[in-house]
């Protein structure tokens, strides 16, 4: 399934590139280097889905469910929670113990906020709003994942925002939502 279509559909295929990058770093063995490069994959995009979902989706939670805020707010909550777990995670190499426990329990976070969006918010929300406003959400949250680069590596472009995410001081996980949302813009 490729990108595109309305909101729920662009969001849940984000969703399975990311179960697909935690299923190559389970079929690793503890320590190989690999796990480090698919975990710093899977940590860019879940760091541009929750700028993308927080911008447009609960929003939209808000404005079409009778409990939306409620919804959201929790919703934000985990997002908070697996963005401490990340900021951990990139801290420490593949061949680190701690590593196997914050890979293990970034999993767990994003495995039971996936389960929770697609059986019950996204339906919620599907029967909530028209196709024609879910379409148009889909554009804007396409929109705002642009931004980001698609890898951290050292070898990327001096030009911004590359040279930008890359500069010294806060992590990955800061830096690829700074040049998301425009935080920190001088
Ligand atoms: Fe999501």
Known sequence: MGHGGDVIAELTTDHREVDELFGKIEALSPGDKQRKKYADQAVIELVRHSVAEEAYLYPAVREFLPDGDTVADKEIEDHAEAERTMKALEAVGADDPEFDRLIGELMTEIRSHVRDEEDNLFPRLR????????MKLGDKVRQAKKTAPTRPHPSAPDT???????????????????????????
Not at 127 to 134: C, D, Y
């Open 160 to 186: 911004p925002p590359a040279n930008k995410l890359l500069a010294p001081g806060t992590g990955m996980v800061d830096r690829i939502r700074d040049a998301l949302t425009g935080r920190g813009k001088d």
């Open 127 to 134: 029967s909530a709003a028209s196709e024609e406003e879910l």
